[in-house]
């Protein structure tokens, strides 16, 4: 006769306390290393935040010129052109449509409703806080639409909505 095994040995576990434990890895150690622009590994610099998703950006324009500019005694047309040299060359990678939206109350002859640069287009709207809450209302996915305003209403009303809300200057940084 040989040994039998006892009934606590052939029963199942009560609970995961009574599992055998095992030490598991963690999962941002698991990870590939981070590849530098040279195809190697970088060194004690941390991952890079590029987005690699295309991004659609509505800019709230004076919002972005007065904390741009820092100039308050300029007409709006200078602030315009102004902030619209600013910005040509510093427009984030990930952009692939950049609608910027402007504040005109009483519309001059020789402003049009929209204009086209070739690298963003303008709005000329009689309110561009609520002109920019309204496309990210319409938008089919607001997830691809970054707004880019330092106005608290704006930003928690395109958040709420589900549109990403960046400052002036990390737009400008990206």
Known sequence: M???PTTSALRKPRSTAELPRRRMKAAHLSRPPVRGPRGGVARGSPPSRSY???VRYLVDGYNLAHWLLRDDSLHPEQMRQRT???MAGKLPQNATD?????????RTP???ERESLPWCQMRFVASADEAIVDAVYDADNP?????VSRDREVAGRSRQLGARVLAPAEFLRR
């Open 84 to 86: 619209l040299a600013a």
């Open 143 to 147: 997830r691809e639409i970054t707004v």
């Open 52 to 54: 690699h998703r295309a």
């Open 98 to 106: 950049v609608v910027i939206y402007w504040d005109v109350r009483n």
């Open 2 to 4: 040989g040994i039998e």
């Open 110 to 112: 020789g402003v049009m």
